[in-house]
């Protein structure tokens, strides 16, 4: 059975490589930019200043077309048992796989250093290695410096080493255009690498393995798949943002054994819910993020600054933070508004409170608040189209910091891939307010969370886990 259905799948791949060879590129129209905004007040649409990436939708369906029409061709099984061959990539030459997964677990924990730095950017490691030897490491430190390729290979050299001749173990597939920092494909290739081992595609317009096309073509032996799911883990956002440019949407909250979200002590002070160490870890959180996203109840109790403290030391310096606020209510002396020239922020409200509010609109902007309208569906936004629209000011990261009902209704959307808890060892009683498990009751279907992990600060617990399966990403 296999043999017909893995030549069908050969035929199909020479076919398509035919395409990608022949300089194959299709251009979609720009996406329809019907959002509504209100000229008239002089309120900013996200549109206005960040036009969407014309290239990317018809690319994903062309993208979804080839891979159904393989699986068509060969029937879903086949598809499965073919695609996994690892072998075929490298014409069997590859290394041992305990070799091979060993050196890209070290890559792998080099990525991690960048987290909270890099992003926008994928968090990438390298590892060269050569006769057996580690000779160079390299991870992307920073947004906007060089890639991890171009730091393991500076790493080399300056110990001495030369790369030539070495096998690669790299992350990420790697960049062959000139950015912000050189294509990696090219340094490679000038530094006389034999084999570049890597963990998972970069589905980007300007790759989706074209980086491997050039080292192939350049002699070098190139393939994906090792460790592949851990490194599609690790930067799981990265890939949603670049096939869909629509943020990855992260909810977190903290809250007592009862589940209670905040409590107030007997002279009406607010107190925190989680521990010094888990704030921390927010901070971290926050520092990985384009945009941070509260409802205005929250903004009304709390007067929240939604800053990562300490900030990053590379642009974007903070995330953007954004209000649900249908009624326009925002007090124009809240810590948001009075910040807003140096974070970025952006209130959502709904068309008809935009047009009833022009003059506070225009207020607003003046301080540099951009206000935009999201649509109305069921008893709220609409959150699928709220989600898009943050994509378009290249907030690849979304944080959603609560409280309850913001939580519960971006979870009831579906739009929600990671969830992070901190639960701390307190059980609040009377004294705590907001009870999340109340408010969630309203969840029509259960939620599971996959890839789960679990940290502990000090006395809090914090559970972190996905709403999908890796390989749906
Ligand atoms: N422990 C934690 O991690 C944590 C984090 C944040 C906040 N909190 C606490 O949580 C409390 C606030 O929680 P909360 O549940 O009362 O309020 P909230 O989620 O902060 O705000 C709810 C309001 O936001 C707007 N909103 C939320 N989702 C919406 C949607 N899908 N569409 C349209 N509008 C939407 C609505 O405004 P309208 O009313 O105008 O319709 C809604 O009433 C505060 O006491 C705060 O201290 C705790
Ligand atoms: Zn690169």
Redesign the pocket.
């Known amino acids: 059975m296999l043999l017909p259905n893995a030549r069908k799948l050969f035929l199909l791949i020479t076919k398509i490589s035919f395409r990608v060879c022949e300089g194959f590129c299709i251009k979609a129209k720009p996406e329809n930019t019907s959002h509504p905004v209100d000229f008239n007040t002089g309120m900013t649409s996200p549109n206005s200043s960040h036009q969407p990436n014309p290239y990317t939708l018809l690319h994903i369906d062309e993208k979804k077309t080839i891979i159904n029409s393989i699986k068509e061709a060969i029937g879903s099984e086949g598809f499965e048992r073919t695609r996994i061959r690892r072998d075929a990539w490298f014409g069997g030459e590859m290394n041992e796989q305990s070799q091979d997964e060993k050196y890209m677990q070290m890559a792998l924990k080099l990525a991690g250093k960048g987290v909270g730095e890099v992003e926008p950017n994928p968090a990438v490691g390298c590892v060269i290695v050569k006769d057996g030897q580690v000779i160079g490491r390299g991870w992307h430190k920073k947004f906007g410096q060089s890639h991890a390729e171009i730091n393991a290979i500076e790493d080399c050299r300056s110990s001495g080493n030369n790369p030539a001749g070495a096998t690669v173990y790299v992350t990420l597939e790697p960049c062959c255009h000139e950015g912000k920092t050189g294509a990696c494909t090219k340094a490679l290739i000038e530094a006389h690498v034999s084999k570049v081992v890597i963990a998972a595609g970069d589905p980007s317009e300007h790759l989706d393995g074209k980086g491997i096309e050039q080292l192939r073509e350049a002699g070098i032996k190139a393939g994906v798949g090792v460790c592949e799911q851990e490194a599609k883990l690790l930067n799981a956002w990265f890939l949603k943002y670049a096939r869909k440019q629509r943020p990855w949407v992260i909810v977190?909250?903290?809250?007592s054994i009862d589940g209670?979200?905040?409590w107030s002590n007997s002279e009406g002070e607010?107190g925190w819910?989680?521990n010094e160490r888990s704030r921390k870890d927010v901070h971290k959180l926050r520092r990985s993020v384009q945009g941070i996203l509260?409802?205005?109840?929250?903004?009304?109790?709390?007067d929240?600054l939604l800053t990562a403290r300490p900030g990053r030391t590379s642009y974007p310096f903070q995330p953007a933070r954004i209000?649900?606020?249908?009624?326009f209510?925002i007090p124009l002396d809240c810590k948001l508004v009075t910040t807003a020239k140096t974070s970025k922020l952006i209130i959502?409200v709904?068309e008809k409170a935009m047009k009833a509010n022009a003059e506070k609109g225009k207020e607003l902007l003046k301080e540099g608040v951009v206000v935009i309208a999201?649509p109305?569906k069921g008893?709220?936004?609409d959150?699928d189209a709220?989600v898009e629209q943050l994509g378009k000011f290249e907030i690849a990261r979304l944080l959603v910091?609560?409280?309850?009902?913001?939580?519960?209704?971006?979870l009831k959307?579906g739009v929600v891939d990671e969830t992070r808890v901190?639960i701390a060892p307190k059980i609040l009683g009377s004294k705590g307010?907001?009870g999340?498990s109340e408010?969630m009751g309203k969840l029509a279907e259960a939620v599971q969370l996959y890839h789960v992990t679990v940290q502990k600060f000090d006395g809090d617990v914090c559970l972190n886990g996905f709403l999908r399966e890796a390989h749906n990403f």
């Open positions: 977190k909250w903290a809250q209670k979200l905040a607010r819910i989680s509260v409802g205005i109840n929250t903004v009304l109790a709390d929240p209000v649900l606020d249908p009624e209510v959502a709904t999201i109305v008893e709220g936004y959150l709220l910091e609560g409280g309850a009902e913001t939580i519960t209704s971006f959307a901190y307010d907001v999340i408010v």
